[in-house]
């Protein structure tokens, strides 16, 4: 198995909403990530977990809240997001010790 | 600051002909680079890598090559096939952001029949 897989694909929510994105891999992969993308621009990292712990976060505003329950599993809890946040949200994994990261499809998110 | 640079939004190319997609750098400490296939609202897929220690990787219909010296490499396609149309990203490893993945802005390539 050698799949990221995310969820839901498409999300709609408005300004109040509370909502979260979903990702998991079986790969046995302790590092994953979040990132961000805009149209025309390439994806923007958010944050990093290695080894389930939050490792880096790159200025993330605090309506974006991630968490890792295992070692398996990565959550991207949204609340309170702007129409500005409406992006395609991709999570990623990476072996110990590989450099090659394996991405999920994506969840495009509209903030209306 | 754009440590992994690709100052050609777009190329289109002919079908069986040759496509070459080219990426520079600046930050010397990246070792490894990686070349990723991107379909509008799909997440990236790799496509090939190379290492530091060689200059040259090939795998089927695509080739990259690797100038240390100059801070270059690029992403040859022989021959061109329609289903390459995509956008091409390169990207490099950062050991700073624990190994996240620094993108270039990416190149929209068009193969026409």
């Known amino acids: 198995d050698t799949e990221v897989t995310q969820t839901p694909k498409h999300l709609v929510m408005g300004m109040t909403n509370k909502k979260s994105l979903k990702c998991e891999q079986h790969?046995?992969?302790?590092?994953m990530y979040w990132y961000k993308q805009k149209a025309k621009k390439p994806p923007e990292l958010m944050f990093v977990?290695?080894?389930?712990?939050?490792?880096i976060n790159e200025s993330v505003p605090s309506r974006f809240s991630p968490e890792c329950p295992n070692s398996s599993l990565l959550n991207l809890h949204l609340h309170a997001l702007q129409p500005e946040d409406s992006a395609l949200y991709l999570c990623?994994?990476?072996?110990?010790?590989?450099?090659?990261?394996?991405f999920g499809s994506g969840t495009q998110l509209s903030v209306l | 600051d754009q440590q992994v640079k690709q100052n050609s939004p777009s190329l289109s190319v002919q079908e069986g002909r040759i496509s070459i997609l080219n990426c520079d750098y600046t930050?010397?400490?990246?070792?490894?680079f990686l070349w990723y296939k991107k379909y509008p609202a799909e997440g990236p897929t790799f496509l090939i890598s190379?290492?530091?220690?060689?200059d040259k990787n090939e795998d089927g219909r695509f080739t990259v090559f690797l100038n240390k010296s100059a801070k270059h490499l690029s992403l040859h396609i022989v021959p061109s096939q329609p289903g390459d149309s995509a956008v091409y990203f390169c990207?490099?490893?950062?050991?700073?952001?624990?190994?996240?993945?620094?993108f270039g802005k990416g190149t929209s390539l068009l193969v026409t029949p």
């Open positions: 930050n010397s400490m990246f070792d490894y």
């Open positions: 990207a490099a490893p950062n050991g700073d952001s624990g190994y996240a993945l620094n």
């Open positions: 977990y290695s080894y389930e712990k939050l490792s």
């Open positions: 190379i290492s530091s220690i060689k």
């Open positions: 790969m046995g992969h302790r590092a």
């Open positions: 990623a994994s990476r072996d110990r010790g590989g450099e090659k990261l394996f």
